[in-house]
């Protein structure tokens, strides 16, 4: 599967767990950007790791990851855990394919880290098992290559998402 079929994936399954986040409106709002910034790098459009990165947690410490209380669980954690986890593998395939410097955190990431990020989603009652697979059979029939360092083309997020709906119907 090309590296954007392999984003895209991670950003289905993050995708499912935001309507965990509708009763923190500052918290549901940062995810979304961090879904529509993976969303715009997938179409191709002048998105960097950096601008990726800097969703995570910028240098005022603020981020998808400063919503996390690893204090007391609450049901938000693993959202953000998730968003974030998506964010971060996007970020590492961007600057990746910039030939960029790797920035502490992201450096760690390597490709088993989307089977950590389905197993943590997979704990949300959200979890669409069914989609999830229907998700990774389509991407890869259609994104199948031998070079997982394989951009791939550009791909529409929201039109992925009706292909896979339509495949299950």
């Known amino acids: ?8 994936f991670t950003l289905c399954v993050s995708e499912q767990l935001m309507p965990e986040l509708f009763d923190d409106e500052s918290g549901y709002l940062l995810a979304k950007k961090c879904i529509t ?24 410490d603020e ?11 609450k049901i938000t954690d693993l959202a953000y855990t998730v968003v974030g986890a998506a964010t971060s593998y996007a970020a590492w395939h961007a600057y990746r394919a910039e030939k960029a410097f790797l920035p502490e955190g992201i450096e760690a990431i390597t490709e088993e880290f989307v089977q950590w990020l389905v ?19 389509y991407l890869t029939e259609c994104y199948r290559t031998d070079d997982v360092a394989d951009l791939g083309p550009t791909i529409d997020f929201e039109n992925l998402k009706q292909a896979v709906r339509l495949k299950m119907s």
């Open 1 to 8: 599967m090309t590296v954007r079929a392999r984003v895209a």
């Open 37 to 60: 910034m993976i969303s715009s790098w997938l179409s191709g459009e002048a998105v960097c790791g950096h601008d990726l990165n800097d969703l995570l947690m910028n240098q005022f």
């Open 63 to 73: 981020g998808i990851f400063a919503k996390i209380d690893y204090r007391t669980k």
């Open 119 to 137: 197993d943590e989603a997979g704990k949300s009652q959200l979890f669409d098992t069914t989609f999830v697979e229907k998700t990774y059979d």
